[in-house]
């Protein structure tokens, strides 16, 4: 059964970069069925999509958050990873990873982790 | 690109239906049937309860089911019960890889 587990710091300071990587285990994460998407939840407040990655490399984001998102895949270790530069209090949320079929739909989802954006 | 509208919230009582749409526009919604709806209990990660409009993962209940009509999708929940309780997402594909959620609907089982 293909599972999901994010990891990263719980705390990052105004201004600094936010790097959280996902695990996957149960499967292979260069199958050519599926895209590795993060997504998020500030507390209290609904599902945000950030960006997709594809084994090979090729990536896609969401507009609003483009300029400072970076999405990056380690196919070696069954992993992916997401960067959010110069973060502020706005970027506090729970941050998911999650498979992504290519018909645009997200299962499984990882457990979460709240990452909290204060000095 | 902006996020799917949804209501607020939502109730019924246990053994009824309750319905909620989700609206977009001719670029997400109406353009493609890769609409899929999603729930979430406090604490907990969202599930997938329905993918590309009307199909259901397996092990979702037969009381979940979806549909689209132009730019507005709905999720229909039949014989409610208590455990239906939690937020619902809709999310849609918007072209071009991109993805944009709803702002969610809080089901509540009176």
């Known amino acids: 059964q293909l599972q999901l587990q994010e990891s990263g710091p719980g705390l990052v300071k105004p201004s600094e970069t936010l790097s959280l990587t996902c695990t996957v285990s149960g499967g292979s994460i260069s199958s050519s069925s599926y895209y590795w998407g993060w997504i998020r939840q500030p507390p209290g407040k609904g599902l945000e999509w950030i960006g997709n990655?594809?084994?090979?490399?090729?990536?896609y984001y969401n507009p609003s958050l483009k300029s400072r998102v970076t999405i990056s895949v380690d196919t070696s270790q069954n992993q992916f990873s997401l960067k959010l530069s110069s973060v502020t209090a706005a970027d506090t949320a729970v941050y998911y990873c999650a498979r992504r079929t290519t018909r645009a739909w997200f299962d499984p989802w990882g457990q979460g982790t709240l990452v909290t954006v204060s000095s | 690109q902006s996020a799917l509208t949804q209501p607020p919230s939502a109730s019924g009582s246990p053994g009824q239906s309750v319905t909620i749409s989700c609206t977009g526009t001719?670029?997400?919604?109406?353009?493609?049937?890769?609409v899929s709806w999603y729930q979430q209990h406090p604490g907990k990660a969202p599930k997938l309860m329905i993918f590309?409009?009307?199909e259901r993962p397996s092990g979702v209940p037969d009381r979940f089911s979806g549909s689209k009509s132009g730019n507005t999708a709905s999720l229909t929940v039949s014989g409610l019960q208590a455990e239906d309780e939690a937020d619902y997402y809709c999310?849609?594909?918007?072209?071009?890889?991109?993805?944009?959620f709803g702002g969610g609907t809080k089901l509540t089982v009176l």
């Open positions: 999310s849609s594909y918007a072209g071009s890889n991109n993805l944009v």
């Open positions: 590309e409009v009307s």
């Open positions: 990655i594809y084994y090979s490399g090729s990536t």
């Open positions: 001719s670029s997400d919604v109406g353009g493609y049937n890769y």
